[in-house]
């Protein structure tokens, strides 16, 4: 059974720094895509970045030159380290794998930017 579980979310002051992390079990996902997308009530969820196997990254406009996405293939994990945070990057925060045959979320963790 495949699990993803993320970790790291926070409360930070505008311009801080937070640092995400997902750990996806249960099977090999080292040739597949992972990334972040995030959520605000009443809103669609939306890309943030996610990367491919072979280490490039893309990434959202809204966080280009702020966000750096990571990951370890031989640990399954991806990673999300956030500089100057603004408080419209307040949201919940999901780590996303693309499977073979379906995708993969973890739970979510909330990122509240505010002073």
């Known amino acids: 059974q495949v699990r993803v579980v993320e970790s790291g979310g926070g409360l930070v002051q505008p311009g801080g720094s937070l640092r995400l992390s997902c750990a996806a079990s249960?099977?090999?996902?080292?040739?597949?895509?992972m990334g972040w997308y995030r959520q605000v009530p009443g809103k669609e969820r939306e890309l943030v970045a996610f990367?491919?196997?072979?280490?490039?990254?893309t990434y959202a406009d809204s966080v280009k030159g702020r966000f750096t996405v990571s990951r370890d293939n031989a640990k399954n994990t991806v990673n999300l380290q956030m500089n100057s945070l603004k408080p419209e990057d307040t949201a919940v925060y999901y780590c996303?794998?693309?499977?073979?045959?379906?995708?993969?979320w973890g739970q979510g963790t909330q990122v509240t930017v505010s002073s």
């Open positions: 996303w794998v693309e499977g073979d045959y379906m995708d993969y």
């Open positions: 249960g099977s090999t996902f080292s040739r597949n895509t």
């Open positions: 990367i491919v196997s072979g280490g490039y990254a």
